[in-house]
Every structure is written in structure tokens, then in C-alpha cells.
């Protein structure tokens, strides 16, 4: 899997130089994300440009923290717009049958 997700990288790197694009390795990292709790702790280790990249084993994105068994969870920056979406939700769910 490791060397797969490297290649990839690497086509993906290819395309940021053609358009004069530079991606950062420091800022990227690499996780795993499944419901299989045996795995959760495996680490990759995935290369960019010769570097290792960081492994997070919770990565953040766009405020949602990814845990490694798949789940997410509202950063609590968005909090409130997370109340307002579960009562939407069961609003509609009520609704729906």
C-alpha cells in the first residue's frame, strides 16, 4: 500500500510541476482510515521528493477530526452548526417515517 500511495504522490507531484505548482512535504501528511481496530495503529510511511512524510494518526480537515477507525468528529469550532445539523436531521428523520 505504502508504495502505491508513494507513486501516486509522485504523478501528483509531476502535475504540480508542470503547472509550476510546489507541494509542500512538511505540511503533508499521510494517515489511515478504516474500521478495522486491528489495523487503526499501523503507521505508513509514505515518501515525497526522497522525505518520509509525517503519519497523524487523527488528522484534521476542515475543522472535522478523523479518527483512525473511520470516524469523525466537529471540531469545536463548529459545535453550534453541529447541534443545528443533528436537530435538522432528526427533524427530517422524524418527517420521513
Request: charged residues 25%; contains cysteine.
Given at each position: 500500500?505504502?508504495?502505491?500511495?508513494?507513486?501516486?504522490?509522485?504523478?501528483?507531484?509531476?502535475?504540480?510541476?508542470?503547472?509550476?505548482?510546489?507541494?509542500s512535504a512538511?505540511?503533508?501528511?499521510?494517515?489511515?482510515?478504516?474500521?478495522?481496530?486491528?489495523?487503526?495503529?499501523?503507521?505508513?510511511?509514505?515518501?515525497?521528493?526522497?522525505?518520509?512524510?509525517?503519519?497523524?494518526?487523527?488528522?484534521?480537515?476542515?475543522?472535522?477530526?478523523?479518527?483512525?477507525?473511520?470516524?469523525?468528529?466537529?471540531?469545536?469550532?463548529?459545535?453550534?452548526?453541529?447541534?443545528?445539523?443533528?436537530?435538522?436531521?432528526?427533524?427530517?428523520?422524524?418527517?420521513?417515517?
Open positions: 500500500m505504502e508504495e502505491v500511495l508513494s507513486k501516486d504522490i509522485a504523478t501528483v507531484g509531476k502535475y504540480f510541476q508542470t503547472w509550476k505548482l510546489k507541494l512538511t505540511k503533508m501528511v499521510s494517515a489511515v482510515l478504516h474500521l478495522n481496530n486491528k489495523e487503526a495503529k499501523r503507521e505508513l510511511k509514505v515518501n515525497f521528493n526522497d522525505e518520509t512524510l509525517a503519519f497523524c494518526s487523527d488528522p484534521r480537515y476542515l475543522g472535522i477530526t478523523w479518527y483512525s477507525t473511520g470516524r469523525s468528529r466537529i471540531a469545536n469550532t463548529f459545535s453550534h452548526f453541529a447541534k443545528k445539523l443533528t436537530s435538522r436531521v432528526a427533524l427530517l428523520r422524524r418527517r420521513s417515517g
